[in-house]
């Protein structure tokens, strides 16, 4: 498990790196992004979608899965998850931009996790 964390966590630092980096160029932290995700049917589902999440999350057995988890999850998820499948879609059509196609899985990963 010490492996996993610390695998996990250089993970997470280089993407950090590269994000910080490489921002100009990153869609997901363009205006045009924030303007996708602020539309009002967007934002209502994002809410209906989150509060179902946060509601059934101390009910699924799951011992590490509380409240605080599923609201982490649910606010990554609607801030990332759009972005992710785009770039990982135009990554299966060719445009193979490893910095986006590995911000894109690392984003994926710690969303889900």
């Keep these: 498990m010490q492996l ?4 996990w966590l250089t993970a997470l630092a280089v993407a950090v790196a590269l994000a910080i980096r490489h921002r100009r160029r990153l869609s997901l932290f363009g ?8 539309v009002r049917w ?3 589902t ?6 179902a999440l946060v509601v059934v999350a101390p009910y699924t057995g799951d011992p590490t ?4 988890d599923a609201s982490f999850m649910a606010l990554l998820t609607y801030l ?8 990982l879609y135009r ?10 196609l590995y911000l894109a899985a690392c984003a994926w ?4 996790s």
């Design 4 to 7: 996993y964390i610390a695998a």
């Design 42 to 44: 967007r934002l209502v």
């Design 91 to 100: 990554g299966l059509r060719g445009d193979r931009d490893p910095v986006e």
């Design 65 to 68: 899965w509380d409240y605080y």
């Design 80 to 87: 990332t998850g759009p972005w992710v499948v785009g770039r």
């Design 31 to 38: 205006g045009g992004y924030r303007r996708f995700l602020l």
């Design 109 to 112: 990963l710690f969303s889900t």
């Design 46 to 51: 994002f809410a209906i979608a989150a509060v």
